[in-house]
């Protein structure tokens, strides 16, 4: 059973480079309907830049992307960007509106909904998250957890197939960090089919259905959760898992 | 003593001070207000679309924005005063049948606080952090209407403390406008003082003028230092603990 409308989504030998720098080179990642995909990997290896490219915040130099089997990079990038939430490590609320309305704007703006709906649907979000009653507080008196809640609400507001999950938990002092797992985990469980890139070791091998290893730009190692933690290949992913765990 | 008396008499003469007042009051206060106040909103639309034009990723606009504020701002006030005022006065005669130079004091002034704003705004604008843009592009907002709706109205409620003080500018600058021969129902504050001092050969007209600019731009000074002492402590914040962990599809 699934709570949501979610897609899966295939990325195919991407690469990018900034001037000489190659950032990706050529990297495959399948994230089937439904399941999650955790990417971990050293800092500078590339993470958080592919999902930027898989939502055309960032074009890539070559490779295809696909949203439930068809190809998005001939498509309008917005529309695109609207089928794929996403939440980041700094949450980026809009701090100059209240929190209703940082999860109503794009509902009433792009989905044009009326003002009504749209204030009505985003309750209905931030009750989801368990923060309704702080529907009309600024962004900015909000604690770090909570803030991210939100963010996730604003994300999921728009009813996403797919969402990105950029280090999401990295800024949150360390008793803020368990809430928001914990409903990343609960929307796991819901079948939203989701790509976490996260230092979070314990979500990724007990929530995620893959684990993809990246360094360099590259996919170092990809499998399940059991497969990488527990009987890393490489040297590099048993040096990096020596590392963080 | 009587070089005392004689500063007294030239600086604080109370009757010359006294007459001239009502007409400060009911004729120049009005006027330096309107020239202040309409070029300074004039001057920031103006300033943004500037601002706008400024960080465009379209060079050509880029460019006509850096030109005509490096122009405008460039200029000492009152070149700019006499050459729009009394310039431009013949051609909007011909055109518009327009006699009254009191409209191209306005523009006049309206054009150098557009180039000051301008900054202002772009300044502000540019400050707003890179994930605003982002977070809102990654909800499916084009550049267009992320910078609308999210980057721009943050950037402006930076600015206000700058913004105010351009309105203190104005009210200054618009003391300049004397130079273009205005009727006397139009002189503002500087104006009227100054009238009043050549007539009695006292300065103390003058020193009313300075004295009721004073009381306009000493308020504003302090409220600059107060919305700028507010936005950069906030007011008190009120962070409350982390509520329970959210409840997404419990029990799925």
């Not at chain 1, 999921?156 to 809430?179: C, H, Y």
């Not at chain 2, 300075?210 to 402590?233: A, Q, W």
């Given at each position: 059973?699934?709570?949501?409308?979610?897609?899966?989504l295939?990325?195919?030998n991407?690469?990018?480079?900034?001037?000489?720098?190659?950032?990706?080179?050529?990297?495959?990642l399948?994230?089937?309907?439904?399941?999650?995909?955790?990417?971990?990997?050293?800092?500078?290896?590339?993470?958080?830049?592919?999902?930027?490219?898989?939502?055309?915040?960032?074009?890539?130099?070559?490779?295809?992307?696909?949203?439930?089997?068809?190809?998005?990079?001939?498509?309008?990038?917005?529309?695109?960007?609207?089928?794929?939430?996403m939440?980041?490590?700094?949450?980026?609320?809009?701090?100059?509106?209240?929190?209703?309305?940082?999860?109503?704007?794009a509902l009433?703006?792009?989905?044009?909904?009326p003002?009504?709906q749209?204030?009505a649907?985003?309750?209905?979000?931030?009750?989801?998250?368990?923060?309704?009653?702080?529907?009309?507080?600024?962004?900015?008196?909000?604690?770090?957890?909570?803030?991210?809640?939100?963010?996730?609400?604003?994300?999921?507001?728009?009813?996403?197939?797919?969402?990105?999950?950029?280090?999401?938990?990295s800024?949150?002092?360390p008793?803020?960090?368990?809430?928001?797992?914990?409903?990343?985990?609960?929307?796991?469980?819901?079948?939203?089919?989701m790509?976490?890139?996260?230092?979070?070791?314990?979500?990724?091998?007990?929530?995620?259905?893959?684990?993809?290893?990246?360094?360099?730009?590259?996919?170092?190692?990809?499998?399940?959760?059991?497969?990488?933690?527990?009987?890393?290949?490489?040297?590099?992913l048993?040096?990096?898992?020596s590392?963080?765990? | 003593?009587?070089?005392?008396?004689?500063?007294?008499?030239?600086?604080?003469?109370?009757?010359?001070?006294?007459?001239?007042?009502?007409?400060?009051l009911?004729?120049?206060l009005?006027?330096?207000?309107?020239?202040?106040?309409?070029?300074?909103?004039?001057?920031?639309?103006?300033?943004?679309?500037?601002?706008?034009?400024?960080?465009?990723?379209?060079?050509?606009?880029?460019w006509?924005?850096?030109?005509?504020?490096?122009?405008?701002?460039?200029?000492?006030a009152?070149?700019?005063?006499?050459?729009?005022?009394?310039?431009?006065?013949?051609?909007?005669?011909?055109?518009?049948?327009?006699?009254n130079?009191?409209p191209?004091?306005?523009?006049?002034?309206?054009?150098?606080?557009?180039?000051?704003m301008?900054?202002?705004?772009?300044?502000?604008?540019?400050?707003?952090?890179?994930?605003?843009?982002?977070?809102?592009?990654?909800?499916?907002?084009?550049y267009?209407?992320?910078?609308?709706l999210?980057?721009?109205?943050?950037?402006?409620r930076?600015?206000l403390?700058?913004?105010?003080?351009?309105?203190?500018?104005?009210?200054?600058?618009?003391?300049?406008?004397?130079?273009?021969?205005l009727?006397?129902?139009?002189?503002?504050?500087?104006?009227?003082?100054?009238?009043?001092?050549?007539?009695?050969?006292?300065?103390?007209?003058l020193i009313?003028?300075?004295?009721?600019?004073?009381?306009?731009?000493?308020?504003?000074?302090?409220?600059?230092?107060?919305?700028?002492?507010r936005?950069?402590?906030?007011?008190a914040?009120?962070?409350?603990?982390?509520?329970?962990?959210?409840?997404?599809?419990?029990?799925?």
């Amino acid at each position: 059973m699934s709570d949501f409308n979610s897609g899966s989504l295939t990325a195919s030998n991407i690469h990018l480079a900034f001037g000489n720098n190659k950032v990706l080179r050529g990297i495959d990642l399948h994230v089937p309907q439904g399941t999650t995909a955790s990417v971990i990997g050293p800092s500078g290896s590339g993470k958080s830049t592919l999902l930027r490219v898989m939502n055309r915040l960032i074009e890539p130099d070559q490779g295809d992307i696909q949203l439930d089997g068809r190809s998005v990079l001939q498509d309008n990038p917005d529309e695109l960007r609207r089928r794929i939430g996403m939440v980041f490590q700094q949450f980026n609320l809009f701090p100059h509106k209240t929190v209703v309305d940082n999860v109503s704007l794009a509902l009433h703006k792009i989905k044009k909904l009326p003002k009504d709906q749209a204030r009505a649907k985003a309750m209905e979000q931030l009750e989801l998250v368990g923060l309704a009653h702080k529907a009309d507080a600024r962004p900015g008196n909000l604690s770090g957890g909570q803030q991210q809640r939100v963010a996730i609400a604003r994300a999921l507001a728009m009813e996403p197939e797919v969402m990105f999950f950029d280090e999401a938990t990295s800024a949150l002092d360390p008793e803020l960090v368990k809430g928001v797992l914990a409903l990343m985990t609960d929307l796991a469980k819901g079948g939203m089919t989701m790509v976490v890139v996260t230092h979070e070791m314990g979500f990724s091998r007990n929530v995620s259905d893959t684990v993809t290893f990246m360094d360099a730009g590259v996919v170092v190692e990809t499998g399940s959760p059991d497969q990488l933690f527990s009987e890393p290949k490489t040297e590099r992913l048993k040096g990096f898992l020596s590392d963080v765990l | 003593m009587d070089a005392f008396q004689q500063f007294l008499k030239t600086f604080f003469d109370w009757q010359a001070m006294g007459e001239v007042i009502p007409s400060m009051l009911t004729v120049g206060l009005p006027n330096t207000l309107i020239l202040a106040i309409s070029s300074g909103i004039l001057g920031s639309l103006l300033g943004l679309v500037l601002a706008i034009m400024g960080i465009s990723r379209n060079p050509i606009p880029r460019w006509i924005a850096r030109i005509y504020t490096d122009i405008l701002r460039g200029l000492p006030a009152i070149l700019v005063i006499v050459i729009i005022g009394i310039g431009l006065g013949p051609i909007l005669r011909q055109t518009m049948g327009i006699t009254n130079p009191f409209p191209l004091g306005i523009f006049a002034l309206t054009l150098m606080a557009a180039a000051y704003m301008g900054e202002i705004f772009r300044s502000g604008i540019q400050s707003v952090d890179k994930g605003q843009l982002e977070a809102s592009r990654a909800l499916g907002f084009s550049y267009g209407s992320a910078m609308l709706l999210v980057v721009i109205p943050q950037g402006i409620r930076r600015v206000l403390p700058a913004l105010v003080n351009q309105l203190i500018h104005l009210i200054k600058d618009s003391s300049l406008i004397y130079m273009l021969g205005l009727l006397a129902s139009q002189r503002e504050i500087y104006r009227v003082g100054n009238d009043a001092a050549a007539n009695s050969g006292n300065m103390s007209p003058l020193i009313a003028a300075g004295l009721l600019y004073l009381c306009m731009t000493i308020p504003l000074t302090h409220l600059v230092n107060f919305i700028d002492k507010r936005m950069r402590e906030g007011r008190a914040p009120k962070i409350e603990p982390d509520e329970a962990a959210a409840v997404v599809g419990k029990g799925a």
